[in-house]
């Protein structure tokens, strides 16, 4: 790894990498500066079967922080550098470091004394609703054209429910058989919930650009419990404004954990939920009307659509996702139809909270 470390601009020495465990996709290391008051750095393996496309990806990345910190700069906040990360190019000023083996590393700026979290208060929730609004915001303003689609079909829901049929046909793994209830209890659901892409082709619907991966533990905060940074732009992109509000009370306003074995531990948090709604609609100031009378739905669907990827990487017999036991993509698809569930139960307590807001 050192060969590594050598290709990128570190401006000081640092010590060994660190392991560190962030999402299921990418390998990430910790870079400690290795001279006092030096900077540490955050070093991470592109999960290149996943992201085919890494000259793309790096260079949305590029696009989309240079654009937020100019946007900051000429804002004239203080501490830009805490609030938008910074790619180290390589020393021979690429965006990210090929190996002879084809594997793909980059490099950021660690942000230091930067906290994240799996749970969050209302306070909390209420100011990441800002931050994420703000985000978008942000991204309103940058053409939608210089970025490519990392992952192409990315949130295309119907394009999921393909994948789905694909994945149950071939039963790579052997293990439709024994999970085809869960199956049905997809496939019976798939039209209903795929009526953000009905009303895109409608013209009804927006795309603006999203990030895409607005679980909570994406947004770093700094002491105080304020909202600092937005990591994780692999997936920045045009989609629905839906699945960045989604995404975020997928993972926030669940009890439970993503991949809760024990479902009764897995309910809405509506407090959470109405936090979070009051912070982003005040930032979000964009939103049409039908846009803010779909974001119940876009709960919903973000639970669906994680349901249905994990069932789906179960069936292809884990290729996806990291797992952690064998089962566990399984366990992973059945918290999030339980949280689908139960999201389901409260939608009309979410549509009310929703137009009072
Ligand atoms: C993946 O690796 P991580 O945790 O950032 C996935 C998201 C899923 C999430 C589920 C590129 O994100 O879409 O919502 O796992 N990212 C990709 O935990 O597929
Ligand atoms: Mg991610």
């Given at each position: 790894?050192?060969?590594?470390?050598?290709?990128?601009?570190?401006?000081?020495?640092?010590?060994?990498?660190?392991?560190?465990?962030?999402?299921?996709?990418?390998?990430?290391?910790?870079?400690?500066?290795?001279?006092?008051?030096?900077?540490?750095y955050f070093l991470q393996r592109i999960n290149h079967?996943?992201?085919?496309?890494?000259?793309?990806?790096?260079?949305?990345?590029?696009?989309?922080?240079?654009?937020?910190?100019?946007?900051?700069?000429?804002?004239?906040?203080?501490?830009?550098?805490?609030?938008?990360?910074?790619?180290?190019?390589?020393?021979?000023?690429?965006?990210?470091?090929?190996?002879?083996?084809?594997?793909?590393?980059?490099?950021?700026?660690?942000?230091?004394?930067?906290?994240?979290?799996?749970?969050?208060t209302p306070e909390g929730a209420y100011l990441a609703?800002?931050?994420?609004?703000?985000?978008?915001?942000?991204?309103?303003?940058?053409?939608?054209?210089?970025?490519?689609?990392?992952?192409?079909?990315?949130?295309?829901?119907?394009?999921?429910?393909?994948?789905?049929?694909?994945?149950?046909?071939?039963?790579?793994a052997g293990r439709k058989a024994a999970t085809q209830?869960?199956?049905?209890?997809?496939?019976?659901?798939?039209?209903?919930?795929?009526?953000?892409?009905?009303?895109?082709?409608?013209?009804?619907?927006?795309?603006?650009?999203?990030?895409?991966?607005?679980?909570?533990?994406?947004?770093?905060?700094?002491?105080?419990?304020?909202?600092?940074?937005?990591?994780?732009?692999?997936?920045?992109?045009?989609?629905?404004?839906?699945?960045?509000?989604?995404?975020?009370?997928?993972?926030?306003?669940?009890?439970?954990?993503?991949?809760?074995?024990?479902?009764?531990?897995?309910?809405?948090?509506?407090?959470?939920?109405?936090?979070?709604?009051?912070?982003?609609?005040?930032?979000?100031?964009?939103?049409?009307?039908?846009?803010?009378?779909?974001?119940?739905?876009?709960?919903?669907?973000?639970?669906?659509?994680?349901?249905?990827?994990?069932?789906?990487?179960?069936?292809?017999?884990?290729?996806?996702?990291?797992?952690?036991?064998?089962?566990?993509?399984?366990?992973?698809?059945?918290?999030?139809?339980?949280?689908?569930?139960?999201?389901?139960?409260?939608?009309?307590?979410?549509?009310?909270?929703?137009?009072?807001?």
């Open positions: 790894m050192e060969k590594i470390i050598q290709q990128f601009q570190l401006e000081n020495p640092v010590q060994l990498p660190e392991a560190i465990k962030v999402g299921i996709i990418n390998e990430s290391y910790r870079l400690k500066a290795a001279t006092e008051g030096g900077k540490s079967n996943i992201f085919q496309d890494v000259e793309g990806l790096q260079n949305n990345i590029d696009r989309v922080t240079s654009h937020i910190r100019q946007l900051l700069t000429e804002a004239g906040e203080a501490d830009v550098e805490r609030k938008v990360l910074r790619v180290v190019p390589t020393k021979d000023g690429k965006l990210y470091y090929k190996t002879p083996i084809g594997e793909y590393w980059r490099v950021y700026v660690l942000i230091e004394n930067a906290l994240s979290y799996e749970q969050i609703g800002k931050a994420y609004g703000e985000f978008q915001c942000q991204l309103a303003s940058l053409d939608a054209d210089t970025l490519v689609e990392s992952i192409p079909n990315f949130h295309n829901l119907e394009f999921r429910i393909q994948q789905l049929h694909e994945a149950l046909a071939n039963d790579a209830d869960i199956a049905n209890y997809l496939l019976e659901r798939a039209e209903r919930m795929c009526i953000a892409e009905t009303l895109y082709r409608e013209g009804k619907l927006p795309k603006r650009i999203n990030h895409c991966d607005t679980k909570i533990n994406n947004m770093l905060f700094d002491k105080d419990g304020n909202p600092m940074c937005i990591v994780d732009l692999d997936t920045v992109m045009p989609g629905f404004v839906l699945s960045d509000f989604g995404d975020f009370i997928r993972t926030a306003a669940n009890t439970g954990a993503e991949d809760d074995s024990n479902l009764d531990n897995i309910h809405v948090n509506m407090e959470i939920f109405e936090a979070y709604a009051k912070g982003y609609l005040s930032t979000a100031t964009f939103l049409t009307d039908l846009e803010k009378s779909l974001l119940p739905y876009g709960c919903k669907r973000m639970s669906y659509m994680q349901a249905v990827r994990f069932y789906i990487d179960y069936l292809n017999g884990d290729t996806y996702y990291k797992i952690a036991y064998p089962e566990h993509n399984l366990v992973r698809t059945k918290a999030q139809i339980r949280l689908f569930q139960e999201q389901e139960a409260v939608e009309v307590q979410m549509q009310e909270l929703i137009q009072k807001v």
